[in-house]
């Protein structure tokens, strides 16, 4: 299965992938409600009483990985536990739960000339999604798009193939027992990367292209993709500590933004403190952030404020440490503050800390970023936390899906016109 | 202005207006709406009272053309008559007239935590619009970016280059007026290709780029830009004469549909017939498309109930005319009639005739264009008829804006969060 193939296999093999996904769309695209239901309920009880055969599948994989000599941290991301199974049935169950986007018609107003125009939400079509070693994203990302009427095509980290196989087979069993397509999830076993290539280059059969994974992975994805991409880059968050800032608040945010998780996209890499405040506020957050064992870089003047902190580097401000390290600056005012965000961000999630509305005003309007906020922790810019349910990645794009992306980023609207015979004059 | 310049020149040229152009855009994204109305009437202004060296301008343009023999019809595009300066004008006073979408909050909601979430609409940032030869199309894109809190790039085609740099000149001078960015609009005036290549590879500067022109030239920009685009591919456009039509709309509809203009790309190229109701509706239809001069082309049924019917090519039926041609095909049921427009559509604008709701549900449901019409004519696709105002072209993509873009196809929302000093447990 992991063998190189010669590459007008990979093409062919990857043309009737597209091709099937395609025709298997189709039928997903007016699928009922109730029968999709019904099949990601099915999905999920074939995982958890599949649970030995997919764990055998794991075992395969880590051994393989293990023999290869794959680092812990991603051998622990590979590891299909009994609790990260019962998981995966467990979001598939939060996804029936959701409501289905498709169908809604919206704004269907009577126009002047007497038709009557609206909006009907429908699928993207097929879906391709390119991610690394986590093999529950293999039901988590085929749960979400089979919701939202799309066929996907899924390929994972080829140290996760028997896994993804094995996972893909629980599926392809549910769809069938339910009438639904059973191409409507397809998983790329090929291991070669020329597979990701021909993905890629397959708009005929593809719609869009959702990478999911490092930096690294994202970049090679976007430059070669000639479908469109919904991605995410990169979150370099910020807090600022306006002069207006209820402190206790401030103080409460800008620690639990960085210490809460430090390994997520959403949390702050940079802390902005208004002048004004600086000396309260970081009188009280250094020692905090030192008990915590997060270590400090700071522009000259935080230096004036606090004693542990070593000068932060040009490349500081737009570095995402995901780690527990902070970049902190002192700036004048909100302009200061938001020149720095726009300079140095990546426009994911920024927040302000203030009590003073004209500031909040500005600040909601002027940050151009995909989740803007007063006085929350940017650890909120979730596809949960936001009551989208579960979601499919955060988008840092401007088109089409920006910030959380759930089941309406997996569908698109397009124009339903009703007349009564009506001509255009 | 349109010798070739050496490369480093051209990049550095087009760096330096992507810089300028990501500034302004910071401004114009909080400019009020009634400064941009007002920008929008003062640009109006000076178009109509600068009519005189607008044309003059123009007639370098239209000499330099004849000169290097441009086809009359692309001579007659190029023209700016004292009619369509005065359109020109009238197009802005329409945008100023529309509701100005950037910052209206929508779905704003608390959620279990405490924080409330809503979505707020911002504009896009720069938009690249790439144009062939009317000048038309600097002031209307121009008007409706501006609308929408954007800075535009603007490239038209070499040959008007005069032209869109004095309506530039308006612009420009009606955004001093009012206090908004200079810059907010700029014109590439550098007539070599390349400026085009470079503009296509500026991300860091560029949100989106918009193509209007004809195939070559959009086939070609998706191919080469590494920023998105929202484009209009062509429309292969379809009438479905159902066996349960009522037969008079059906005739009015597929005639109208074909002859009112033959150009557009909403004009049906293909008119689908079910076999119970051919003999009747062509009987009619038939002598009347022979009268308007329309040139029939038909599938072997066609030809057992048209006499004056020539073979339609496989070719034919995935062919956008723009002319007075139509294939016909009878084919057996609905199934038939979305199975053709699937198989050769190009997924733009399609039309049922029946009065079977069950019927019309599965048409508007199974048929992927970005619209779907029941008992009215293709015709309509169009952001006037449609209620959105100007369009800035009609996407055929499926990501971000489908059908008809007007001034929302031009913005995007962002999540914003309302805390009380809210963390993340």
Redesign the interface.
């Known amino acids: 299965m992991s063998q190189v193939q010669p590459e007008h296999n990979i093409n062919a093999y990857m043309q009737g992938l597209g091709r099937r996904a395609r025709e298997a769309a ?1 039928r997903m ?2 699928a009922d409600t109730g029968v999709k239901n019904s099949a990601l309920l099915a999905i999920a009880d074939h995982i958890e009483h599949g649970r030995e055969s997919l764990t055998r599948a794991n075992h395969r994989d880590l051994e393989n990985a293990r023999r290869t000599g794959l680092e812990d941290a991603l051998l622990d991301r590979l590891e299909l536990t009994s609790g990260r199974i019962a998981a995966m049935a467990e979001g598939l169950r939060q996804i029936v739960a959701l409501p289905d986007p498709v ?1 809604s018609v919206s704004d269907m ?1 009577y ?1 002047p ?1 007497g ?1 009557q ?1 609206g909006r ?1 939400r ?1 699928p ?2 097929v879906i391709g999604i390119v991610y690394e070693s986590r093999p529950n994203v293999t039901a988590d990302a085929a749960g979400l798009c089979l919701k939202a009427g799309n066929a996907a095509v899924l390929r994972g980290g080829s140290e996760a193939i028997h896994s993804n196989v094995a996972i893909a087979q629980c599926i392809a069993r549910a769809l069938v027992e339910n009438a639904l397509p059973e191409h409507a999830v397809q998983v790329v076993e090929i291991a070669d990367r020329e597979a990701v290539g021909e993905l890629l280059r397959m708009p005929e059969y593809v ?2 292209i959702i990478p999911r994974g490092g930096k690294g992975l994202i970049e090679r994805i ?2 070669e993709s ?1 479908i ?1 991409v ?1 991605k995410h880059l990169h979150g370099v968050c910020h807090v600022y500590i306006d002069e207006h800032a ?1 402190i ?2 401030a103080v ?2 800008a ?3 960085k210490t ?1 998780r430090y390994g997520t996209c959403n949390t702050m890499e940079t802390l902005l403190v208004a002048e004004p405040v600086a000396q309260q506020v970081l009188g009280i957050l250094a020692p905090m952030y030192a008990d915590a064992g997060v270590e400090l870089r700071g522009c000259p003047r935080t230096a004036n404020f606090v004693s542990e902190v070593s000068p932060a580097s040009e490349e500081d401000w737009s570095t995402e440490y995901l780690a527990p390290i902070l970049s902190i600056r002192v700036v004048s005012d909100l302009n200061a503050a938001i020149d720095h965000i ?1 300079r140095y961000g990546s426009q994911h999630t920024d ?1 302000i ?1 203030t009590e003073n509305i004209t500031t ?1 005003r ?1 600040f ?3 940050v ?10 940017t ?3 979730d596809g949960f ?3 989208l349910g579960a979601e499919i990645g955060i988008s840092t ?4 899906a ?3 992306v759930g089941l309406e980023g997996l569908t ?13 004059k």
């Open positions: 189709r695209a007016h169908g107003n126009r000339s038709i125009v009907m429908v993207l079509g719609d869009v976007t430059r000639t469109p919904i209820d206790d608040k409460a945010v620690y639990n933004a809460q726009h927040a800390i909040a500005r909601l309007a002027e151009d970023s995909s989740s803007v906020m007063v006085n929350a922790s650890r909120f810019a936390e936001y009551g794009d401007k088109l089409h920006r910030g959380p698109t609207q397009k124009f339903i016109v009703v007349g009564d015979g009506h001509i255009r």
